[in-house]
């Protein structure tokens, strides 16, 4: 722990990583620490974040190299980073209902506070952040379609 932040950090070796099981058992396990000082749905949402980036590495480059969690109890923030040997960065895309694929960087954006990437020398880091605490009721406006979203 530095400070009030407490940071993980999972590598997932040189060898192509195909699928986000390992990724998400270190999520699952390390969140699973610290799920007393989340709100009721943020750790399932970091789930769901996470696989969502380790997937995307997956299918859009050699597979993630890494994986990290950062805890800011100060910054009341929870971010989820997923590193992989590609310089492309994920789009967001017009959003069709009707194709099977291409929802992924539409739940993250949905469920994050804010997602970036990180360039690196070998590759970058896709990072997202969900706030520590459930948002009010009040601060989740249904959007008319039965969805609800936290205000960015």
């Given at each position: 722990?530095?400070?009030?932040?407490?940071?993980y950090?999972?590598?997932?070796?040189?060898?192509?990583?195909?699928?986000p099981?390992a990724?998400l058992?270190?999520?699952?396990?390390r969140?699973?620490?610290?799920?007393?000082?989340?709100?009721?749905n943020v750790?399932?949402?970091a789930?769901?974040?996470?696989?969502e980036?380790l997937?995307?590495?997956?299918v859009?480059?050699k597979?993630?190299?890494?994986?990290?969690?950062e805890l800011?109890?100060?910054?009341?923030?929870?971010?989820v980073?997923?590193?992989?040997?590609?310089?492309?960065?994920?789009?967001?895309?017009?959003?069709?209902?009707?194709?099977?694929?291409?929802?992924?960087?539409?739940?993250?954006?949905?469920?994050?506070?804010?997602?970036?990437?990180?360039?690196?020398?070998?590759?970058?880091?896709v990072?997202?952040?969900?706030?520590?605490?459930d948002?009010?009721?009040?601060?989740?406006?249904d959007?008319?379609?039965g969805v609800?979203?936290?205000?960015?």
């Amino acid at each position: 722990m530095i400070g009030h932040r407490l940071h993980y950090h999972r590598d997932l070796g040189d060898t192509p990583v195909t699928r986000p099981g390992a990724g998400l058992d270190f999520v699952r396990g390390r969140l699973s620490e610290i799920a007393d000082r989340l709100g009721r749905n943020v750790a399932q949402n970091a789930v769901l974040v996470a696989c969502e980036l380790l997937t995307n590495a997956c299918v859009h480059t050699k597979g993630p190299t890494g994986i990290d969690l950062e805890l800011d109890l100060d910054g009341g923030r929870l971010t989820v980073g997923v590193s992989d040997p590609s310089s492309l960065v994920p789009l967001l895309r017009p959003y069709r209902p009707a194709e099977p694929h291409g929802h992924g960087m539409h739940i993250v954006d949905g469920l994050a506070t804010a997602w970036g990437v990180s360039r690196r020398a070998d590759g970058k880091t896709v990072w997202a952040t969900l706030a520590v605490q459930d948002p009010p009721p009040a601060a989740r406006p249904d959007l008319g379609d039965g969805v609800t979203r936290a205000r960015k």
